[in-house]
C-alpha cells in the first residue's frame, strides 16, 4: 500500500529514537512491498527556535495531510521554568486537541529477557499484559485555566459522550483480549469520576454484557498495578490519571523506553509517540533506546495502515532483539550496553524470522 507519514522528531532524543523507527518502517515497506513517504516537519523546542511556535501551522497542516503521524519527544531544558508562556509541551497538547485524538493507547507488556531490569521481582512480572486506555482530549489538561497572585485553578470538566467513546473502545479491546475492563476513578471524591463510573456501567450493561467489568480507585490502582500487575487486562481512565499511571507502569517492562503508544480519534488518522520524553541528559550521545518508538511504528501499521501483520512483526523482531541480550543502557545490560543504531540494525535484522 501506498501511505504518507509525518515525522514529527521533535526535541533531545527525539531524532535519534525516530531515525530507527522510520529504518525500521522502511524495511517493512521493502519487505511487505509498501510505499511509504516520509514528511518531516518540525515541533516542540525545535519549531520554537525555527519559528516562536511550539507547533507551527505548517507541521500542524503535514500532520492533518498524513495518513499517520509517527512523534519523537518534546521538551528542553531551556523551558525547565514553568511560568514560560511559549513551551514545547503545547505542540503536544495542541495536536491532541487539533486532530481531536481522543484516546490514548499504552500497552504494557514485560519481556522475560529483561526482567532484570524492572525493580520489581520477576516473580511478578510473568504474563503481564496490559492495555491502559487514557482519555487524552478531556479532563483538567483542557479545562479553564486561571490564575491571580494569590490564586490558580483548573476546571475538570467530562461529558457523557466523552467517558462513552473511550469506554466503548476500552470495551472493544478487552473482547478482542481477556475480557476484562478495569475503570480507574476517584469517585469517592470527584463529581466527573462519578459520572465516569455511570457512564461505564450503562455502557457497559447495555452493550457488552459479557465483558467483566471493576472499578477500581486510582490510589490502589496505583498500589494494586505493583503488587499484582498480571491481574489486569484492559484498564480506561481519565486523562491524568492515565497519564501518572502509565509511568508507572513502565516500570514493569522495566524501562520508559520500552514503551509506544497510540493517539487515536475517530478516523483512521492517529499520532504514534513513545511515552517518554526528550532526555536532554542523553541527548545527542547515540545511547537512547529506540524500541517505544519503534514499537509506537508497529502501532501505526496496525491502527493507521491496518497493516497487523506487518505490526506484528516487529513487535516480534523486538522481542528477538531483548532475548538475544541486544540492550541499550536503560536495560541495565550486564554486557556492554548497545546503542541506538545498534538496537535498529538488530530490530531490521529479525524482521523476517518467524
Ligand atoms: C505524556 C506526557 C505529556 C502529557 C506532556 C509532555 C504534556 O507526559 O504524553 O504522557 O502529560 O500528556
Ligand atoms: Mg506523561
Avoid at 525500521?24 to 511487505?32: M, Q
Avoid at 485524538?101 to 504494557?108: D, E, H, K, Q, T
Avoid at 532526555?279 to 537512547?288: E, K
Amino acid at each position: 500500500m501506498k501511505a504518507t507519514l509525518a515525522v514529527l522528531a521533535g526535541d533531545g532524543i527525539g531524532p535519534e529514537v525516530t531515525a530507527e523507527a522510520l529504518r525500521v518502517l522502511e524495511a517493512v515497506a521493502s519487505r511487505f512491498g509498501h510505499d511509504f513517504t516520509f514528511h518531516a516537519a518540525p515541533v516542540g523546542a525545535a519549531a520554537i527556535d525555527l519559528t516562536g511556535e511550539p507547533l507551527p501551522k505548517a507541521t500542524l497542516e503535514v500532520a492533518r495531510a498524513s495518513d499517520a503521524i509517527l512523534f519523537g519527544a518534546i521538551g528542553d531544558p531551556r523551558f525547565a521554568d514553568p511560568s514560560h508562556k511559549v513551551r514545547p509541551e503545547q505542540a503536544i497538547l495542541g495536536l491532541r486537541r487539533e486532530l481531536a485524538l481522543y484516546a490514548n493507547l499504552r500497552p504494557v507488556v514485560t519481556y522475560p529477557a529483561v526482567y532484570d531490569a524492572s525493580p520489581l521481582k520477576a516473580e511478578l512480572l510473568a504474563h503481564v499484559d496490559i492495555m491502559v486506555v487514557r482519555e487524552l482530549t478531556g479532563g483538567i489538561y483542557f479545562g479553564t485555566k486561571s490564575r491571580s497572585a494569590s490564586e490558580a485553578s483548573d476546571l475538570c470538566v467530562y461529558t457523557r459522550p466523552e467517558i462513552e467513546r473511550i469506554v466503548h473502545l476500552g470495551a472493544r479491546l478487552a473482547m478482542a483480549r481477556r475480557s476484562k475492563l478495569t475503570s480507574v476513578d476517584k469517585a469517592n471524591v470527584l463529581e466527573t469520576s462519578r459520572l465516569w463510573r455511570a457512564v461505564v456501567d450503562d455502557v457497559m450493561a447495555a452493550h457488552y454484557p459479557s465483558v467483566a467489568v471493576e472499578h477500581m480507585y486510582i490510589d490502589a490502582a496505583a498500589m494494586h498495578l505493583l503488587r499484582r500487575p498480571a491481574d489486569f487486562d484492559v484498564v480506561i481512565t481519565e486523562n491524568m490519571f492515565g497519564d501518572i499511571l502509565t509511568d508507572e507502569a513502565s516500570m514493569l517492562p522495566g524501562s520508559l523506553g520500552l514503551c509506544p503508544s497510540a493517539s487515536l480519534g475517530a478516523g483512521s488518522l492517529g499520532l504514534y509517540e513513545p511515552i517518554h520524553g526528550s532526555a536532554p541528559d542523553i541527548a545527542g550521545r547515540g545511547i537512547a533506546n529506540p524500541i517505544g518508538t519503534i514499537l509506537s511504528a508497529a502501532l501505526l501499521l496496525r491502527h493507521s495502515l491496518s497493516l497487523p501483520e506487518e505490526a506484528a512483526a516487529i513487535e516480534r523482531a523486538v522481542g528477538a532483539t531483548l532475548s538475544a541480550g541486544i540492550r541499550t543502557a536503560d536495560l541495565r545490560p550486564s554486557g556492554p550496553a548497545a546503542s541506538t543504531v545498534q538496537v535498529g540494525d538488530a530490530v531490521i535484522a529479525r524482521l523476517g524470522e518467524a
